[in-house]
Nanobody
Framework: QVQLVESGGGLVQAGASLRLSCAAS????????MGWFRQGPGKEREFVAG????????SYSDSVKGRFTIFKDNAKNTVSLQMNSLSPEDTATYYC???????????????????WGQGTQVTVSS
């Protein structure tokens, strides 16, 4: 079991950057693939970025590719999401998720993840 707590959200102007962090507790973090999802007002929760348990591979949605970067630090039990060139379309609640797996792979479906944080709000004004 992994407990997750997100931080770093806020209100920024278009073009700004934010760095979200997710602190994990629990003994299984090193065997967890991690993902960031987001849910905007009136929208379905969508995959944003994912990283494999050994950080050997990453995956991004087309809407954030080239602007967002995901990092996983097994020593510090954290996963971060660096978000650059933010636009109002990025406004959403962002969730950190963990998937316990012995495969060094990434899942893009929310149903594949076992544990979720409570979310952090990101609002981008135009």
């Amino acid at each position: 079991q992994v407990q997750l707590v997100e931080s770093g959200g806020g209100l920024v102007q278009a073009g700004a950057s934010l760095r979200l962090s997710c602190a994990a507790s629990g003994r299984t973090f090193s065997t967890s693939a991690m993902g960031w999802f987001r849910q905007g007002p009136g929208k379905e929760r969508e995959f944003v970025a994912g990283i494999s348990r050994r950080s050997s591979s990453t995956s991004y949605s087309d809407s954030v590719k080239g602007r967002f970067t995901i990092f996983k630090d097994n020593a510090k039990n954290t996963v971060s999401l660096q978000m650059n060139s933010l636009s109002p379309e990025d406004t959403a609640t962002y969730y950190c998720a963990a998937r316990t797996t012995y495969l060094d792979s990434i899942a893009v479906l929310a149903t594949a993840y076992d544990n979720w944080g409570q979310g952090t709000q990101v609002t981008v004004s135009s």
